[in-house]
């Protein structure tokens, strides 16, 4: 019996990675198609070879991009889901974009006399991660703590924190010279058609170091997913372990919000349907899941949106959508 | 041996708000001790500050001698199992995969043969083996308890401490919990600590009883030591009447029955 259900368990994720797996090369071939072929065949125009491999220089460090942001928001949403007990929160949620935002005004303003220091993406990305880390390791440790994974206080707090963030940061680019403020735009204004691209080449091994140290503690999560006190009495040193993820949140939230820009409701969407087709709570499928379905939903869409010519960006489709789900969730599950 | 010295635990950095002054406390070997008191007088505190769970303001908790704080949380984990009160679950597991867990301080949740043999034997001995594959949330509440006392039992731990173990439970599975706790002790020779609601339940099952009040053990001793008129009507500011029933106290509080 019990060997039964265990197989058909396995069948199922062997199913649904079969399904969702092949997904991903072929919405890559979407993507490029839509940004070539599918032009071409718009403006009645030949592409010519040179032609062509101008635009896969600029579409292939966007497909990585879009594709180490989006899994990185899903890792780092499924593991926050985990230490807070919660299926609805995510990092955004509670403000972690908002902080890189408010980080990245406060470092332009703070600093406008020596603006040469920014001017290079990858050190203007370890000071904002550094400060993000900082920041959140100092409030969300404390408000994590204090709120004993209330998730309604969780909630309040991210919207005030949100609100503040933002609009202080709004009133210090009022403040700043025009220089600065257009400095502060390109650093925090991008989207997926507007990627920082010079920053993909950071995000790879920054996505590879991050999704090996979360994959490799997916027992961990496991056994997390019962409660602070219950995985503590289980040999989990929680302290560290949620010290150590604040840390996983705060340099993945940094990362895929400065490559390509505040998505707050893909991590819910991406790690719920993972859950609601993977039928397990086991971490490894579940990471792993999340983080295909999440760079699915970014690459398809806005393959769409191109195929589209642009009607819609996609950030607000998947927002809508992810919004929409989270009602549902919440309606479902009568509780937060 | 767990031995507690001096230990004080507070919420909030006030001396005011303390849960816990000043607590000296040894837990007995191979015996039942429950934790009894009114709501409020840090009897899951004194709980968790004894598992290792909740941290401690000041004074020691030393597990065979050595301090807790400086015993790896794994290691502790193989000495000491907790069950907290309630087992609201936020994700959706079955039985097998719970008891599993209990696995986790000896194989970080690589399950080796040994493992197997103990999910397997803590199961039957909850008399768990036919609802292996059923989700928690399709049994009831005493299957449920059994499911959680079988996740602490493949811990394979010499300490247990139970957190309101009875809660919501109706009397048949509370005394049927109490019998499987009883047989823990005589048959695995293990050491049980429990906070207890129902004092007669204490009365009924325990070997030793600490009663608390407002962070601080009011008297501590075997069953005929505690259950007094006297102490009760201390610890729980109440008037206690104790009548004798083959043998063992009981403990009416009613305010209908008249000494």
Known sequence: ?336 | MIEIKNVSQSYGRKEAKKTLSDINLTIRENKITALVGANGAGKSTLLGVLSNITPILSGTVTLGGRDVRKIKTQDVAKKIAFLKQSQQMSIRITVGDLVEFGRFPHCRGRLGQEDKRKVDESLEYMNLPDLRSRYLDELSGGQRQRAFIAMILAQDTPYIFLDEPLNNLDIKYSVEMMKIIQNLVTERNKTIVLVLHDINFAAAYANHIVAMKNGQIVREGCVKDVIKKEVLNTVFDHDFHIAECGGKNVCLYFDQVQN
């Open chain 1, 1 to 336: 019996m019990e060997i039964k259900v265990g197989k058909q368990r396995n069948v199922r994720l062997i199913a649904v990675f079969a399904v969702i797996l092949p997904l991903f090369p072929a919405a890559c071939a979407l993507y490029i198609y839509s940004r070539t072929y599918a032009k071409s065949l718009r403006l009645g125009l030949e592409i010519t070879p040179a032609e062509f491999s101008s635009i896969m220089s600029r579409a292939v460090p966007g497909l990585l991009g879009m594709s180490a942001a989006a899994i990185l928001i899903a890792l780092v949403s499924l593991s926050f889901q985990t230490i807070t007990q919660s299926r609805i929160l995510t990092p955004s949620m509670i403000g972690f974009d908002s902080l890189f935002i408010a980080t990245q005004t406060v470092l332009v303003f703070a600093f406008s006399t020596t603006g040469g220091l920014f001017e290079s993406p990858y050190i203007n990305y370890f000071i904002s991660a550094g400060v993000m880390l900082a920041c959140s390791m100092v409030m969300y440790r404390f408000i994590l703590q204090s709120s004993g994974n209330n998730v309604i206080y969780l909630l309040m707090f991210g919207l005030v924190l949100s609100g503040v963030l933002e609009n202080g940061s709004r009133y210090l680019q009022l403040l700043m010279s025009n220089n600065d403020y257009y400095r502060v735009q390109a650093a925090t204004n991008v989207t997926v058609n507007n990627m920082n691209t010079s920053l993909v080449f950071l995000a790879l091994p920054a996505l590879l170091i991050i999704s090996v140290l979360i994959l490799y503690r997916h027992r961990t999560y496991n056994v997390m997913s019962l409660g602070a006190e219950q995985s503590q009495s289980l040999g989990v040193f929680y302290a560290k372990e949620l010290n150590l993820n604040l840390i996983f949140i705060a340099l993945g939230m940094s990362l895929a919000t400065a490559l390509i820009g505040s998505l707050t409701f893909l991590g819910l969407l991406a790690v719920n349907v993972a859950r609601e087709i993977l039928k397990t709570h086991r971490h490894f499928p579940l990471f792993i899941g999340a983080a295909v379905l999440s760079a699915l939903a970014l690459i398809l869409g806005q393959s769409a949106v191109e195929l589209l010519q642009g009607a819609i960006p996609v950030t607000a489709i998947i927002n809508l959508v992810g919004c929409s789900y989270m009602f549902y969730l919440i309606l479902r599950e009568n509780r937060i």
